[in-house]
């Protein structure tokens, strides 16, 4: 497991190929996860959807599967996560309040990790800026080639974010970018899950999903 010096103490981490495919339904490695955390079971988690939907785990019930790609908590041994195979995983925590978001292109160019960052700090009634954020391992710029689509809808929300030949988009360094504009202190750990080794990733076949989840 991954984790973020940034983010310590509070409990979390980025899970890869030596944990085991996460992917929804995966009841049992949820739950020994949970265990290493020491955390609640079951992990808070939603179906994921590749929008900019942020909840409150308080609001989940056992038997919804509630539509969203970010989740954050107020409740102390709460656990939230997101499930991710080349999307971007980020993690925030801040005063009394943890958050766990699904950024993919579409999550990225709708503002997810700035939506989710103002929902967690006025739950936990802090300012954004005394948050502090990782962003976990997903694909980079050097795998991530991309159409014009992909290109102007990031380019949209961080304008300043590297690009590589004008067709590579990184979307962790799009994440970055957006946390440090606005204020939050923010780690980018691990590599790129396309051509790096340890990671699950959807192009380059992998049907198994790792997670990045966070306690309360």
Do not use: K
Request: hydrophobic share 45%; net charge neutral.
């Amino acid at each position: 497991m991954l984790r973020s010096a940034l983010l310590s103490p509070a409990v979390h981490a980025f899970t890869g190929l030596a944990e085991g495919d996460l992917r929804r339904g995966n009841t049992e490695g949820l739950a020994s996860l949970a265990a290493v955390l020491g955390g609640r079971s079951p992990i808070a988690t939603v179906s994921q959807v590749h929008g900019n939907r942020v909840l409150a785990a308080e609001d989940l019930r056992e038997d919804t599967a509630l539509e969203a790609d970010a989740l954050f908590t107020t409740t102390p041994g709460t656990i939230v996560a997101v499930r991710v195979a080349d999307c971007v995983p980020v993690l925030l925590a801040g005063p009394g309040v943890v958050a766990a978001v699904h950024a993919g292109w579409r999550g990225t160019a709708a503002d997810i990790v700035r939506l989710s960052a103002a929902a967690a700090a006025t739950a936990a009634g802090c300012r954004v800026h005394e948050l502090r954020a990782a962003v976990g391992p997903s694909i980079r710029g050097c795998c991530y080639e991309v159409g014009d689509e992909v290109i102007q809808g990031v380019g949209a929300v961080a304008p300043g974010a590297s690009w590589r030949d004008g067709r590579h988009v990184d979307l962790a360094e799009a994440n970055r970018a957006i946390l440090a504009e606005i204020g939050v202190a923010v780690e980018v750990v691990g590599g790129c899950t396309r051509c790096g080794e340890g990671w699950f990733s959807h192009r380059r076949g992998d049907l198994g999903r790792q997670v990045g989840a966070i306690r309360a």
